[in-house]
Nanobody, 126 residues
Framework: QVQLIESGGRLVQAGGSLRLSCAAT????????MGWFRQAPGKGREFVAA????????VYAPSVKGRFTISRDKAKNTVYLQMNSLNPEDTAVYYC???????????????????WGQGTQVTVSS
């Protein structure tokens, strides 16, 4: 049974930083591209960042590029999202997901993902 378990979300002040983690079990981690998505109150889920199966390629949404960094640790079967310079518009539930897709273009698409975590809440106060 595949499980993706996110952690690290909490309340933080604007300008602060957080690191989200997503631990994956039940799958061959190095066979999957990994992504982060988020859903703000009253809005649809949107792409945030993704990393290829090898860890050598990454892609970001324009709204987070330069502030967020995605990485993966193959030894720990974990993907991270380092978030800096947070602002209230970053407030959302953040979801981790795993995809069999290889191209970064596909990893931007929600429909390309096979498995999803339950989400972790990030709240940024002004």
């Amino acid at each position: 049974q595949v499980q993706l378990i996110e952690s690290g979300g909490r309340l933080v002040q604007a300008g602060g930083s957080l690191r989200l983690s997503c631990a994956a079990t039940g799958l061959t981690f190095t066979n999957y591209g990994m992504g982060w998505f988020r859903q703000a109150p009253g809005k649809g889920r949107e792409f945030v960042a993704a990393i290829g199966w090898s860890g050598d390629t990454t892609v970001y949404a324009p709204s987070v590029k330069g502030r967020f960094t995605i990485s993966r640790d193959k030894a720990k079967n974990t993907v991270y999202l380092q978030m800096n310079s947070l602002n209230p518009e970053d407030t959302a539930v953040y979801y981790c997901a795993a995809s069999n897709a290889y191209s970064l273009a596909d990893l931007r698409r929600e429909g390309a993902y096979d498995y999803w975590g339950q989400g972790t809440q990030v709240t940024v106060s002004s």
